[in-house]
């Protein structure tokens, strides 16, 4: 008697048949074709619809003969083979017969729904840089069943960041992700009408006036966090930046942007439940972010608990507990009220209150650790930045002041150079509304797509930038000013560059430029210049590059636990 073969064997040799073309060379050949260009090979498609007809005709056949008398054990594996099968084949088939030209190419993937979403979410750049060679600077691509077209080089930043907003729209696109981050009612999950009113209330905190008050404010966090962290005892040590720079800016964007009040509640538990809102922003997030998984529980608990925190804090107020109510985000939005004349509720302000720390926390975090971590594999720039600090305060090292970080010009040309290398989000999407046609192209994208513009390709093409991979701040000298001679126009809260066609765009570009870039800049080089006026620092002993990127949320974070070894300089703090 035969042996009985394992109920998978069959349909392994299938699908394996299936891929190579085993019988049919002309479907192996069409396969790799779409491979390269996505498009139907349309002068031998008769014959070998045919022959590909006649391949899955004889499979099933051969199925057919596989499943009579399979007791149901065996049955069920192998029903769920053949629709795996099927759905591969009826994929493959809709790919090479029925693309249509007028559409950008799709990149070719065996199976449906997944599509390209495992090559895409373990490397983006790479994924974007493979599919740039073979299709060009726009292609589609398949991310759990949703179809989203990506357009790279400055006329794809262009494309994306000057689209109109009845064209384009971020609300539809990220409201899965933010929402349960930030909390409802506020940013993508309100009208958009209303995320620009939000935007203006929180101006109020991001002013000239502000910043200036903002500089020894953080710089007094800094020192009370060296002070008093266990990573920074004695006179020499070691540090995990993965664990360490959440803490320290959140206690630096919360003293600065939300009050003193509010940086008193905080403790490094916070700094724990934001890298729980953090990894919220995942990929599989972007279609199912109501899955029970343990991050999105994570997500869901950080959520309630630093809303309740807000929420403690508005309702003392109201209830007169506070003796002196200090002047800060919480009294700026429980002041405010919506053109319409409603005013924020508690709930809107609480979210609103996460939302801001939660933007702040994004590029400062990832930017503080890239910096320290590049610094501390380039020695000989650390102390070209202890130097200007010298050249600019004088060798006694005068207190930081706002008016005084802009004459930094090293420092501000290495937090560029870092956010050109790791721009804190690899993509940014749009949900299109109506169809859109690409300029130069014959491609329409239609409604059901959206479209990603991933400026971080361009900020690392040879093309403008030379020598794009090596960390070099020096590159930026005499750049200092194009974007304070950039015109500017105003979406409804304030004014901001207009240009979008650039190859860097950091902060992205239009109606959504993130509104806390020059927070951003104060809080950033603050930081870095107290950590290089009190310290000397490298990487651990053996390692020559900086730790590779963490792509599991799509924030691009160092590969924990980012060690950096310090050490004191000799002389007494600022």
């Keep these: 008697m035969a042996a009985r073969r394992p109920p998978g064997s069959f349909w392994r040799k299938a699908l394996a048949r299936l891929a190579v073309g085993a019988s049919v060379p002309g479907v192996a050949s069409c396969f790799r074709q779409a491979k390269k260009s996505s498009r139907s090979c349309s002068a031998q498609l008769p014959d070998r ?63 449906p729904f997944i599509g390209s979403t495992v090559s895409y979410g373990m490397e983006p750049y790479e994924f974007f840089n493979k599919c740039q060679k073979q299709y060009g600077d726009v292609f589609t691509f398949v991310l759990l069943g949703r179809r989203m077209t990506v357009t790279l080089g400055p006329k794809g930043n262009e494309f994306v960041f000057n689209g109109k907003h009845a064209d384009l729209c971020a609300e539809e696109a990220y409201t899965h992700l933010t929402t349960p981050v930030f909390g409802e009612g506020v940013v993508y999950d309100c009208p958009n009408h209303m995320l620009m009113e939000q935007k203006k209330f929180m101006k109020f905190g991001l002013t000239t006036e502000t910043f200036k008050q903002y500089v020894p404010l953080i710089k007094d966090e800094i020192l009370s966090f060296f002070a008093n962290s266990p990573y920074f005892k004695g006179d020499a040590g070691r540090v995990p930046l993965s664990t360490a720079v959440p803490q320290l800016v959140l206690f630096t964007a919360s003293r600065s942007l939300q009050g003193k009040q509010v940086r008193q509640a905080l403790t490094t538990t916070h700094a724990a439940l934001f890298h729980d809102l953090d990894m919220g922003f995942t990929p599989v997030n972007f279609m199912f972010p109501w899955l029970p998984l343990p991050h999105n529980a994570k997500r869901d608990k950080a959520q309630r608990a630093m809303a309740k925190l807000y929420m403690d804090i508005i309702a003392k107020r109201k209830a007169g507990e506070e003796k002196e109510q200090e002047i800060d985000m919480i009294w700026n939005l429980m002041n405010r009220n919506y053109k319409d004349g409603r005013p924020l509720s508690d709930r809107d302000i609480a979210h609103c209150m996460i939302a801001l720390l939660m933007a702040g926390q994004h590029t400062s975090m990832a930017t503080t650790t890239w910096t320290l971590l590049h610094l501390a594999a380039k020695p000989e720039i650390q102390q070209a930045l202890y130097d200007e600090q010298v050249r600019v305060f004088g060798k006694d090292l005068a207190p930081l002041s706002y008016e005084k970080l802009s004459e930094l010009s090293l420092v501000n040309n290495t937090i560029k150079e870092i956010l050109r290398i790791h721009p804190p989000l690899h993509s940014l999407i749009r949900k299109v509304k109506s169809p859109l046609h690409v300029p130069n192209t014959d491609y329409v994208i239609p409604s059901s797509h959206f479209v990603m513009a991933a400026p971080g390709v361009s900020a690392m093409d040879e093309q403008y930038f030379k020598n794009a991979k090596d960390f070099d701040p020096f590159r930026w000298i005499g750049h200092e000013k194009d974007e304070d001679n950039a015109e500017k126009f105003d979406f409804g809260f304030g004014l901001v560059s207009k240009g979008t066609a650039s190859p860097y765009l950091p902060f992205g570009a239009g109606r959504h430029r993130c509104i806390g870039e020059q927070f951003a800049n104060v809080q950033l080089g603050t930081i870095i210049s107290t950590f290089i006026r009190e310290f000397e620092f490298s990487l651990p002993p053996g390692q020559k590059e900086v730790p590779p990127v963490d792509y599991n949320s799509m924030v691009a974070l160092a590969t924990a636990p980012a060690m950096v070894h310090w050490k004191r300089r000799q002389h007494s703090s600022h």
Excluded: K, R
């Excluded at 056949?61 to 099927?86: C, D, K, R, T, Y």
């Design 49 to 111: 619809l045919t022959s590909t007809m006649g391949l899955l005709s004889g499979l099933l056949e051969q199925a057919s003969v596989h499943l009579e008398g399979q007791n149901i054990w065996v049955l069920g594996p192998s029903l769920f083979g053949a629709v795996l099968l099927l759905s591969v084949v009826v994929n493959v088939l809709g790919q090479l017969l029925f693309a249509d030209p007028n559409q950008p190419p799709v990149v070719f993937h065996w199976f």
